[in-house]
């Protein structure tokens, strides 16, 4: 018979901070004050990995002996509701923000001065967490203007890259129901 503790349920907030900001040590250790709620999102964030493996064969069987992975390709992806220039800055990976009187503006980066960010997923519960140690913002940042409740937003898909001497990503949770 299943487990229903181990049934993951509802959202949660997404923040981000400087690549290498300090992660919390547990699931109930508190957000160091580096990490940034992002606000609110469209419909919360999917979190994707695909590996790619090859099979390696020999003539005399028919069935592959092993299968080898060449590639793992993990992404979160998410559009944020709140459109400001902070949030344009995350989504094309850096640039230049600067506070006028009574107005903001944002450029942003140049190619090749881009920058990688942390992000991270906290479930409303408690009982999740999730943390995205490098990323690098790809994809089409496309902002709708529509008339009515339609509302603008900004996409992410954060590509998840390899930092030095961790694993991409970290995963927490409640247990033992979840391990």
Not at 132 to 160: H, M, Y
Request: negative net charge; hydrophobic residues 40%; glycine residues 8%.
């Amino acid at each position: 018979m299943g487990n229903v503790n181990a049934i993951a349920l509802g959202p949660g907030t997404l923040y981000t901070a400087a690549v290498g900001a300090a992660e919390p040590a547990t699931l109930v250790a508190a957000w160091d004050a580096a990490w940034t709620d992002l606000g609110y999102t469209f419909e919360g964030h999917t979190f994707s990995s695909e590996s790619t493996v090859e099979e390696v064969e020999v003539a005399e069987e028919l069935v592959p002996l092993l299968y080898v992975t060449t590639k793992v390709v993990a992404k979160a992806e998410f559009t944020l509701a709140e459109v400001t220039a902070t949030n344009l800055s995350r989504a094309l990976n850096g640039g230049t923000i600067t506070t006028g009187s009574g107005f903001v503006t944002f450029e942003p980066p140049a190619i090749g001065a881009e920058t990688r960010r942390a992000y991270a997923w906290q479930s409303t519960d408690g009982e999740e967490r999730m943390v995205w140690r490098q990323c690098f913002n790809s994809g089409t940042v496309e902002i709708n203007r529509r008339k009515g409740a339609d509302k603008a937003g900004i996409p992410f898909e954060l590509n998840l890259e390899k930092p030095s001497g961790l694993q991409p990503w970290k995963y927490y949770a409640v247990s033992p129901d979840r391990a």
